[in-house]
């Protein structure tokens, strides 16, 4: 199950779940660090200010978190700023 459960939709019902309901974390459905949680969480915002604004921004979250940096996505948590 992705972060969008819709197989059981028919089309149309499934474009507006896309549209109108929030992704859900993907670490509901394994076990992934909050990092990725916040990395692909930011990519599939639905206002696209909160989005990253490049894929290179992207890319950079990506490599922040494979060598133990804080990642742009997760900033802004009070929990994350206190680890």
Known sequence: M???PWAHLLPLEALRAV????PRPPSEHSRLPRDLDA???KALRKEPAGRYASVDDLRRDIIAYLNGRPVEAARGSRLYRSE
């Open 2 to 4: 992705g972060p969008f």
């Open 19 to 22: 549209c109108e309901t929030d």
């Open 39 to 41: 990395i692909v969480l």
